[in-house]
């Protein structure tokens, strides 16, 4: 099953370009970097022509050995069959960072042969980029992808559900969703959390509706990252990658998620493990949230470094970790109370990644109060706090009010879409539109 991503838009729009450059499209391994592309090329263009750097290292020798874009053109043609033409085929470049070389020759590209369009991606090209000094900075666009949305899911597994998701949300004020809409679209939900943020797995759920398969399907996703430490990192940082990664459910299951480096192992030091949470960071499998000591713009500038929390990049595989059984899903919102509300807030923090590009703060107000996630919009600091369950409460939100007097305040629960004075409470399904939301205010 092919599903429509929203990125496509933005690959349309890349197209379409005066200056365009050639595109590294960033993301996790196994998201659908690979399909997206493909079937852009063969809906877009008149011609494609796909390799793939890890699995083809012959083709090495063609950006080795040259550093003139035409000569590289030359011979890719060859392989191609016929001559790759300027504006009209689309040459996809996978797994780029196998191939250093492959990557140095973008530069040349846009500065001698703008014209011929370049679409490249590499499962752990945030690791080359990040540690490759000779990277052509500038001369290439970067465009992240991120795991498949609920809207995206919805859309391919029940369309009229779709229809009503978007119904709701495109109203020009904020109201509360019918029950039979929202309890419907709240079922799916549930579903989605567990299985399809991945595509293949969720294909697997629309198609077969075999939980079996799907739980194995993720296995694999998981035993291929794991195969990715041993085979990228050295030998000293991927033992500890691996720590890291295994703690993420337990650091996730406690009250207070700030990450504990004692939750990885008895006597654990920061400085040990500093370098392999970056690397799960760039390889795009784990998000970092720092602590702000102060509410001002901008709040990068006010983050205590020293403080952070972790989430997964996908709450199907966070899950599979934590050896959720399935069944839970069925069970009323139980289902959201497992690990403490783990679930709701790393789906949360899923969403306003892939919304504003990067990974928002959180703040505390000396053990009174813990806000979740404080994001950044239209020159405005808004606080979001996630409810796992039905619960109006929202004491941290009410400290952080008679402190900085917010000009809205979030609220993602599993309750209806409705706004109280400044309180706009979220439907958690919802969670990918809150910048939306917002602006209708």
Partial sequence: MEFKRDIYHDLLEWKTKAKRKPLLLMGARQI???????????????????????????????????????????????????????????????EIQECRDALIALKYFQEELPDIHIAAAGSLLGLTIGNDRSFPVGKVEFMDMYPLSFSEYLEASDIKKYNAFHHYLKADEIGQIPDVFFNQLHAVFKEYLLFAGMPEVASDIIENKDVSQAQELQDQILRAYELDFVKHADGATKTKIQHVWNSLPSQLSKENKKFLFKAIRTGARAREYETAIQWLVQAGLVYKHPKVEKIAIPLKAYEDISAFKIYC???????????????????????????????????????????????PAYWTSEGKAEVDFIIEHKGHCIPVEVKSGTSTKAKSLSVYKELYAPKIRIRVSNLNLNKTDDLLNIPLFYAEYIDVLIDKI
């Fill in 32 to 94: 659908g970097k690979t399909t997206l592309l493909k079937s852009f090329g063969k809906e877009e263009y008149d011609n494609t022509l796909y390799l793939n750097l890890e699995r083809q290292p012959d083709v090495h020798s063609f950006f080795t050995k040259n550093k003139e874009p035409q000569a590289i053109i030359d011979r890719l043609s060859l392989i191609h069959g016929q001559a790759i033409e300027a504006r009209t085929t689309l040459i996809i470049l996978d």
């Fill in 313 to 359: 990049f996908e709450t199907g595989i966070l899950m599979r970790m934590a050896g959720l059984d399935h069944r839970t899903f069925v069970d009323g919102d139980q289902f959201f109370t497992e690990f403490k509300g783990s679930l709701a807030e790393n789906y949360v923090a899923q969403s306003l990644k892939k919304i504003f590009g990067r990974s």
